[in-house]
Structures are given as C-alpha cells and as structure tokens.
C-alpha cells in the first residue's frame, strides 16, 4: 500500500477529487494550508521592489491511501490533468504503508482501506 500526498492549489480541488474517485480511491484527508515552493511564492513577473523572503500562497494537501497498483495510474492522470505548465502546480508524494488497520472491524491490509 502507498499513501500519495498531492500539494495543489485551491482551485484544482474538484479536479484531483474526481480523479480521486474514477481510481477508486477510498477515502481521502484534506487539509488547507499555505506555503511557497522554489519560486518563494513570487509570481512570473520580477521587478526591483520585490520584497525579500517568501510569500505564503494558499495551497491544500491531499492525502489518500491506495494499493501499489493504483498509484501509478492515479499519478499519471493528476499530472496530464493538473499541469498547467506555470510555477506552483504542485507537488505529489509517494510514500510506503506497512500497514492499516480498521478501528470499527479489526480488519488489516488492503481490506481495511
């Protein structure tokens, strides 16, 4: 099992959910959030007044816990769907899940997603 963690922006919600639910993803945590990446948070556009240090722009963090064959699937698809080509369209983060277990049931594994 992995968990994939996608750092979107706002407006891209409704996208990644429909994603989300066509791969058969279960289940998924949001979380709002703000943060910059590489580009500090600063626009495509430079001048000289650019205030230092970074801006904190409003992003959301989606986290969803599948079974490895689904993951390159789902990846595949945020990234042809998500990309808009500019700074800032987020990031996706795959990590391993050793185990789940169902607090109602008991159950374990991939039953328990």
Not at 50 to 64: D, I, V, Y
Not at 87 to 113: C, H, P, S, W, Y
Request: proline share 4%.
């Amino acid at each position: 099992m992995k968990e994939i963690e996608f750092i979107i922006k706002p407006e891209k919600m409704e996208n990644l959910k429909r994603i989300l639910d066509n791969c058969g993803a279960h289940g998924v945590i949001v979380t709002y959030l703000s943060g910059y990446g590489h580009q500090r948070g600063v626009r495509q556009v430079y001048t000289r007044n650019e205030p230092s240090g970074g801006t904190l722009l409003p992003k959301l963090s989606f986290r969803t816990v599948v079974p490895d064959g689904a993951v390159e699937e789902i990846v595949a698809k945020v990234v042809e769907e998500l990309n808009t080509g500019s700074f800032g369209d987020g990031k996706i983060f795959i990590r391993n899940i050793e185990d789940v277990v169902q607090i109602r049931t008991g159950m374990r594994g991939e039953e328990a997603l």
